[in-house]
């Protein structure tokens, strides 16, 4: 899942960074979108994923018709090299990078007959392989299947890393509960321990949050059962597996009769603390009141703020800085939480004109069997369907009390290739960067936030290049002052690199 940075919120500068630098990529030959004569779409034979930098590269995985590589890129975004990840095999079923100790861990999975093998590897700066493939994992299965049975997530500080696999239970027997196995690492890749927990979870109605592991090992997320046939939740339960047990905590929440809409949940281990955070309805078919946020403590184990905001009372009369446009959250869904030193944090939602585009996970493989709730490789053709507005943002104290909110107001529609938005950490701002379409050309935008709920007014990216198309919804932060967008150069893929 996305990286949460944490930062002091407090005396930001609502100025556009005079020291912000933009660096693009050169288009390679084999980054051509469509491989003519077919025009077969990026996704489907070409993928790729920026992994991260390692001391002082940036290294961006490719995918080129079944070719695994390496890209390593400079601080200026040249071209350095191309390393082959030629230990990898044909029948590969997917691929994880974690970046820790000093090198990126790649981790992937294939089947052989009757046998799911989990492997790793580790790879340095320049794409090099290091440490030779070793096994994990197997998994005994009766059948051959095009899935991704084992998922892997890792800790704030990589120290701990998480494989973990959900078995659905044979609807023939009757048995449609979950079975949980997870793997609990260190950052050498040795195995902590191994557990194995069924479940009463049911496959047909229970939804799970995203699945995270703190910096002390526990496995957590959050359980939902829905109302059929949408997918808002009636129950809530906080699910916590400690490292040295086999078996999980459940912890019922309150909900006080409310029903919530899609949950988002995160790590605070500054303050050793989880964080939930939904939209809230007061009974079906009605419209979204507001939002719901909560939490929980560790040192405590127990739950300390639960609160539920009315976003008529709340919202546009409380708004920050310029009046606000919006006066309903129906149509909007969460998208990002950012965490502060102080316990508090901000939330922020958008509203999203598809929003079936965005909501599920991009890739998200439906199997009968396995349990899948990962994301594959990048696919622009999700972006493009989805016409997106404006952003809500709220801001909670410590208590989840809410303190202020204010809105961005934004356009995106057919205009706009590449739409939705980016939120950056960096240099004591925070940085919304979205596209928006001037004569027919994108041009991607910036506004600041300060402490105080202030918004800095719109304005364009300084030294941007018009021929490359920037990507606002994946750009990725590298560092603390530096963040990667994948971009398209006529029709090519390419990276731009900005500094600030």
Request: glycine share 4%.
């Given at each position: 899942m996305k990286t949460i940075f944490i930062f002091i919120i407090a005396g930001f500068s609502c100025l556009s960074s005079l020291a912000q630098e933009i660096s693009y990529s050169k288009p390679e030959r084999d980054d051509l979108l469509f491989d003519a004569p077919t025009r077969v779409p990026f996704g489907l034979t070409k993928s790729f994923h920026i992994i991260g930098k390692l001391n002082g590269n940036l290294l961006v995985y490719k995918n080129i018709r079944y070719k695994h590589l390496i890209a390593v890129y400079d601080n200026q975004m040249k071209l350095k090299s191309n390393a082959n990840l030629d230990f990898l095999p044909s029948t590969i079923r997917s691929l994880d990078f974690v970046d820790c100790a000093g090198r990126v861990y790649v981790i992937y999975q294939f089947q052989k007959r009757n046998v799911f093998y989990c492997m790793a590897a580790a790879i340095d700066e320049n794409g090099k392989t290091i440490r030779e493939p070793f096994q994990l994992d197997t998994t005994h299965i009766k059948f051959i299947a095009d899935i991704e049975l084992?998922?892997?997530?890792?800790?704030?500080?990589?120290?701990?890393?998480?494989?973990?696999?959900?078995?659905?239970?044979?609807?023939?027997?009757?048995?449609?509960?979950?079975?949980?196995?997870?793997?609990?690492?260190?950052?050498?890749?040795?195995?902590?321990?191994?557990?194995?927990?069924?479940?009463?979870?049911?496959?047909?109605?229970?939804?799970?949050?995203?699945?995270?592991?703190?910096?002390?090992?526990?496995?957590?997320?959050?359980?939902?059962?829905?109302?059929?046939?949408?997918?808002v939740f009636n129950e809530l339960i906080l699910v916590i597996k400690a490292p040295t047990q086999d078996n999980f905590n459940m912890h019922l929440l309150n909900l006080s009769g409310n029903l919530l809409d899609r949950v988002d949940l995160r790590v605070d281990n500054v303050n050793q603390q989880y964080v939930i955070n939904a939209l809230y309805f007061k009974k079906r078919n009605s419209d979204k009141e507001g939002p719901y946020s909560a939490i929980w403590s560790k040192q405590m184990n127990a739950l300390v703020a639960s609160n539920f905001f009315s976003f008529a009372d709340a919202g546009p009369d409380k708004a920050a800085s310029q009046k606000a446009a919006t006066n309903t959250l129906d149509g909007f869904y969460l998208r990002d939480v950012i965490l502060t030193n102080d316990g508090g944090f901000i939330v922020t939602a958008e509203d999203l004109e598809t929003p079936a585009a965005f909501i599920l996970p991009w890739g998200l493989r439906d199997n009968p069997i396995f349990y899948s709730s990962s994301y594959i490789f990048s696919s622009f053709r999700i972006l493009a369907s989805a016409y997106c507005k404006n952003v809500i943002i709220f801001y909670f104290d410590n208590k989840a009390h809410l303190r202020w909110t204010n809105e961005i107001v934004k356009s995106q529609y057919a205009g706009v290739t590449f739409p939705s938005f980016t939120v950056i950490n960096a240099a004591s701002k925070i940085y919304f960067l979205y596209n928006e379409s001037v004569k027919q050309t994108q041009i991607m935008n910036e506004q600041t936030l300060a402490g105080d709920g202030t918004l800095s007014d719109k304005v364009p990216l300084r030294n941007l290049d018009f021929k490359y198309s920037m990507i606002s919804r994946l750009g990725q932060q590298v560092s603390a002052n530096e963040i990667v967008f994948p971009c398209i150069y006529r029709h090519y893929i390419c990276f731009a690199e900005i500094k600030y």
């Open positions: 084992y998922h892997i997530i890792s800790s704030e500080d990589k120290s701990k890393i998480i494989i973990y696999k959900l078995y659905k239970g044979d609807v023939f027997t009757g048995n449609h509960l979950y079975d949980f196995t997870t793997l609990l690492f260190n950052d050498s890749l040795q195995l902590i321990r191994k557990s194995h927990i069924p479940s009463l979870f049911e496959t047909e109605n229970d939804l799970f949050s995203d699945f995270l592991v703190d910096n002390d090992g526990n496995f957590v997320f959050t359980k939902g059962s829905k109302l059929d046939p949408t997918d």
